[in-house]
């Protein structure tokens, strides 16, 4: 019996319009390992058969929102055909659409706004998506873990100081291909040495995609700034910290830092300051030069609730600080929900500051000092 194409697409459509009325459910790191240890397959089973289709309808329910000239790009509509089967290389691939948007017109305030919210989301739901899926395959199929600490894909004895050195490692042989030379690295707790047995419970392959790609970025900074033919360069500096609430781990290094005016950019889809790679089609992502390296470290470092953040000093060097939760309770998952008002970052650019626009600034002032009557305003310096 054949299936009627029509019949097919509007099927689809009343079970995406469905299951996008339900939010999706966040799980905390501890609630994965609680599951992990008590669930059985027939339980993660039905989870998995109800929270994954919130979970795609959620985020496809948004891609009817995106600019039109955006979704007509080939390498875009490849993409979706690939969603449902997870191709490894659709990282590249909605790059690549990115791409030739912007080769193919002016993109404009709203496209741009559109083209970062979306795409923040995407990846976002793609993360969480796979994170389900990599965690019912690895404890009940047959590609079990055969780490004692493992349970899933999360480490309860995850060494941070260890990702730390894969991570460089694997960045440095990149940076000594290209540049036939790297600088040195350096790891310290707050007490000046190296941290020997700081372990959190976490997902080891977030924190090194995360670490792999700040040391890139830091590597190829060092040598470009201080010449390729230099006979020694400062070391990465690597801090951590670990408080009551977070593990802060700052990065820091010497590359001659970023103008002020591009750090915004930094995290923005359509921003790179490498070179545009070709295609590779290897199966493989290569991120340099799509600028997708530090937009996709941020979401990981968000989808258990800690951040990334940037800081820099134009002309002498850059520090990234990755906070992470260092209690794995209050670790919950940071989900995209579909929604009424979710159009509206669609339709609207970001706003600039009401402090910029003649007049504003000392109508400000006046509301300021009329709700604190003892405040006095500063003179503005400009």
Same mark, same amino acid.
């Given at each position: 019996?054949?299936?009627?194409?029509?019949?097919?697409?509007? &099927?689809?459509?009343?079970? =995406?319009?469905?299951? $996008?009325?339900?939010?999706?459910?966040?799980?905390?790191?501890?609630?994965?390992?609680?599951?992990?240890?008590?669930?059985?397959?027939?339980?993660?089973?039905?989870?998995?058969?109800?929270?994954?289709?919130?979970? =795609?309808?959620?985020?496809? !329910?948004?891609?009817?929102?995106?600019?039109?000239?955006?979704?007509?790009?080939?390498?875009?509509?490849?993409?979706?055909?690939?969603?449902?089967?997870?191709?490894? &290389?659709?990282?590249?691939?909605?790059?690549?659409?990115? #791409?030739?948007?912007?080769?193919?017109?002016?993109?404009?305030?709203?496209?741009?706004?559109?083209? %970062?919210?979306?795409?923040?989301?995407?990846?976002?739901?793609?993360?969480?998506?796979?994170?389900?899926?990599?965690?019912?395959?690895?404890?009940?199929?047959?590609?079990?873990?055969?780490?004692?600490?493992?349970?899933?894909? #999360?480490?309860?004895?995850?060494?941070?100081?260890?990702?730390?050195?894969? !991570?460089?490692?694997?960045?440095?042989?990149?940076?000594?291909?290209?540049?036939?030379?790297?600088?040195?690295?350096?790891?310290?707790?707050?007490?000046?040495?190296?941290?020997?047995?700081?372990?959190?419970?976490?997902?080891?392959?977030?924190?090194?995609?995360?670490?792999?790609?700040?040391?890139?970025?830091?590597?190829?900074?060092?040598?470009?700034?201080?010449?390729?033919? !230099? $006979?020694?360069?400062?070391?990465?500096?690597?801090?951590?910290?670990? /408080?009551?609430?977070?593990?802060?781990?700052?990065? $820091?290094? =010497?590359?001659? /830092? #970023?103008?002020?005016?591009?750090?915004?950019?930094?995290?923005?889809?359509?921003?790179?300051?490498?070179? %545009?790679?070709?295609?590779?089609?290897?199966? &493989?992502?290569?991120?340099?030069?799509?600028?997708?390296?530090?937009?996709?470290?941020?979401?990981?470092?968000?989808?258990?609730?800690?951040?990334?953040?940037?800081?820099?000093?134009?002309?002498?060097?850059?520090?990234?600080?990755?906070?992470?939760?260092? =209690?794995?309770?209050?670790?919950?998952?940071?989900?995209?929900?579909?929604?009424?008002?979710?159009?509206?970052?669609?339709?609207?650019?970001?706003?600039?500051?009401?402090?910029?626009?003649?007049?504003?600034?000392? $109508?400000?002032?006046?509301?300021?000092?009329?709700?604190?009557?003892?405040?006095?305003?500063?003179?503005?310096?400009?």
């Amino acid at each position: 019996m054949r299936l009627n194409p029509v019949y097919f697409a509007k &099927s689809i459509g009343r079970m =995406l319009e469905y299951y $996008s009325q339900f939010n999706p459910s966040p799980l905390s790191i501890k609630q994965f390992i609680d599951f992990g240890l008590n669930a059985t397959e027939r339980t993660s089973f039905n989870f998995l058969r109800l929270e994954l289709p919130v979970r =795609l309808a959620n985020i496809m !329910a948004e891609i009817q929102l995106l600019p039109e000239h955006l979704l007509a790009m080939p390498s875009f509509l490849d993409t979706l055909v690939k969603i449902r089967n997870r191709h490894s &290389s659709v990282v590249e691939t909605m790059a690549q659409g990115v #791409i030739e948007l912007k080769e193919s017109k002016n993109v404009d305030a709203v496209t741009e706004n559109a083209i %970062q919210y979306f795409l923040d989301r995407f990846y976002m739901s793609r993360i969480s998506i796979r994170m389900l899926i990599n965690q019912h395959t690895l404890l009940f199929g047959g590609d079990l873990n055969s780490l004692h600490s493992n349970i899933g894909c #999360i480490d309860t004895q995850c060494s941070i100081v260890n990702i730390i050195h894969d !991570a460089f490692e694997n960045a440095r042989f990149l940076c000594e291909q290209y540049y036939l030379t790297s600088p040195e690295l350096v790891v310290r707790g707050v007490d000046g040495k190296e941290p020997k047995d700081l372990q959190l419970v976490y997902v080891p392959s977030h924190l090194y995609h995360i670490f792999f790609e700040l040391f890139k970025n830091a590597l190829r900074a060092v040598v470009e700034h201080h010449g390729s033919g !230099a $006979s020694e360069y400062p070391p990465i500096d690597v801090r951590i910290s670990l /408080g009551k609430e977070d593990l802060c781990i700052k990065m $820091s290094d =010497l590359g001659g /830092g #970023i103008p002020r005016s591009a750090l915004d950019l930094l995290f923005a889809y359509t921003y790179s300051t490498a070179p %545009q790679p070709s295609p590779s089609g290897s199966g &493989s992502a290569p991120l340099a030069g799509y600028g997708y390296g530090l937009p996709l470290s941020r979401l990981y470092a968000r989808y258990f609730r800690g951040d990334l953040l940037v800081t820099s000093m134009d002309g002498y060097g850059t520090d990234a600080l990755v906070y992470l939760k260092a =209690l794995s309770s209050e670790a919950n998952e940071l989900l995209p929900i579909f929604n009424k008002a979710t159009s509206k970052n669609y339709e609207t650019s970001v706003q600039t500051s009401d402090w910029s626009v003649p007049g504003q600034f000392f $109508s400000h002032v006046r509301h300021f000092s009329t709700a604190m009557p003892n405040a006095v305003p500063r003179r503005l310096i400009v």
